[in-house]
């Protein structure tokens, strides 16, 4: 794992504990908009760290590509296939938004190096559209106290 995903899951495990200590006697209040922003946190700092693991892999694919003896075609697309998945075998595709390492074939067929790109995707796209909705809640909240503060005066 690299120092970045580590640095992202310990965030994303400090905003964790942040939203877990709204539960005990002491939180500052107004408690929802402080929990809603902790897990808003807590849900970028994920995401981010799944992205990373993610972006880590098609990294480390790249770099293997074209280093050294046996290196062409990348590694990703030969290492645990079958002869006849690799049949044709051209080139490939690298892509960091969405994440993904694509080898494609004489054909001009497709297959992915990595299954897991796929759930990598979605999850950080889940979890930062989570993150927004959170940091959006929050202030929509706020607005509204202070507009009903406002009219009570």
């Known amino acids: 794992m690299g120092p970045?995903?580590?640095?992202?899951?310990?965030g994303?495990?400090?905003a964790g504990l942040g939203v877990?200590?709204?539960?005990f006697p002491g939180r500052p209040e107004p408690w929802p908009n402080h929990l809603m922003r902790r897990a808003g946190a807590t849900a970028?700092?994920?995401?981010a760290a799944v992205y990373s693991l993610g972006?880590?892999?098609v990294l480390a694919s790249q770099h293997a590509f074209g280093d050294g003896a046996d290196s062409i075609p990348a590694p990703a697309c030969r290492d645990g296939f079958g002869e006849a998945t690799r049949e044709g075998l051209n080139h490939h595709r690298s892509s960091y938004l969405p994440l993904r390492f694509d080898c494609v074939r004489d054909d001009g067929s497709v297959y992915s190096s990595d299954s897991d790109y796929g759930w990598m995707?979605?999850?950080?796209a889940v979890?930062?559209?989570?993150?927004?909705?959170?940091?959006?809640?929050?202030?929509?909240?706020?607005e509204l106290r202070a507009r009903k503060a406002a009219a009570a005066s």
Request: hydrophobic residues 75%; contains cysteine; aromatic residues 10%.
């Open 20 to 23: 877990v200590a709204m539960a």
């Open 127 to 142: 979890l930062a559209l989570a993150a927004a909705l959170l940091f959006i809640g929050a202030g929509y909240a706020t």
């Open 121 to 124: 995707n979605a999850t950080s």
């Open 12 to 14: 994303a495990l400090i």
């Open 44 to 47: 970028a700092w994920a995401a």
């Open 55 to 57: 972006l880590f892999g």
């Open 4 to 10: 970045l995903s580590a640095a992202c899951a310990v």
